[in-house]
């Protein structure tokens, strides 16, 4: 059973299309997240989610919108993509506990975007 | 702000060799620090998790340590093996920002047969 799953594993489209990424997660979790890697292979927070509540929304563009529309889901949306948007983006999951501490994180296989 | 820095960025060593994956932080307020693999084109998996109460975590020749006073983790790996070839990436949690991990760049690790 996949815990965290994305769709698709890989996308290539041309600079200006408006594509998204989907994430479930079948943990139970309450918080999620995404994350970019850049080619360096350098990974960065971009959203987290809490209860489909906003928590973080680091220094993005606001043409990725994020949606969670329940606790198991959190997609990502991104408008007139650009060339620079090419990465491996990564959604993962975890638990919030008693003293508000999240619990080991779980990712998805990552969805590598190519912009061409 | 956090900084996490790995060393080294890449090792290559003989198949059966015990080694040593060194992870640093420059900020002692963490939730926990959590030990990543990834192996090329392929997503992160998580190898251990350490709470800042834990000095150290094993799970099978996996063995992470913690020493939150001086901001340091290493992840020790015994008897070697080529399955082990991939990139190791550290991650906190850190105490003023639950939600998030704040990363290290990775470790290529390549384990010669």
């Known amino acids: 059973d996949t815990a965290v799953s994305q769709t698709p594993k890989y996308l290539v489209t041309q600079m200006g299309n408006d594509k998204s990424i989907k994430c479930e997660q079948n943990?139970?979790?309450?918080?999620m997240y995404w994350y970019k890697q850049d080619s360096k292979k350098f990974l960065k927070i971009m959203f987290s989610?809490?209860?489909?509540?906003?928590?973080i929304n680091e220094t993005v563009p606001n043409r990725f919108s994020p949606k969670s529309p329940d606790k198991a889901h959190l997609n990502l949306h991104i408008n007139s993509l650009e060339l620079g948007d090419s990465a491996v983006y990564f959604c993962?999951?975890?638990?919030?506990?008693?003293?508000?501490?999240?619990?080991?994180?779980?990712f998805g296989q990552g969805t590598r975007l190519t912009v061409v | 702000k956090q900084e996490v820095t790995q060393i080294p960025a890449a090792l290559s060593v003989p198949e059966g060799e015990n080694l040593v994956l060194n992870c640093s932080f420059t900020?002692?307020?963490?939730?926990?620090l959590q030990w990543f693999r990834q192996d090329p084109g392929k997503g992160l998996t998580s190898l251990l998790l350490?709470?800042?109460s834990q000095r150290e975590q094993t799970s099978g020749r996996l063995n992470a340590s913690l020493d939150k006073s001086s901001g340091r983790s290493t992840l020790y790996i015994a008897a070697s093996q080529p399955g082990d070839s991939a990139t190791y990436l550290c991650?906190?949690?850190?105490?003023?920002?639950?939600?998030?991990?704040?990363w290290g760049a990775g470790t290529k690790l390549i384990i010669k047969p």
């Open positions: 350490i709470q800042s």
């Open positions: 900020d002692s307020a963490i939730y926990n």
């Open positions: 991650a906190v949690r850190p105490g003023d920002s639950n939600y998030q991990l704040i």
């Open positions: 943990l139970g979790h309450d918080t």
């Open positions: 989610y809490n209860n489909k509540e906003l928590i």
């Open positions: 993962a999951s975890s638990q919030k506990i008693t003293g508000g501490m999240n619990t080991e994180a779980f």
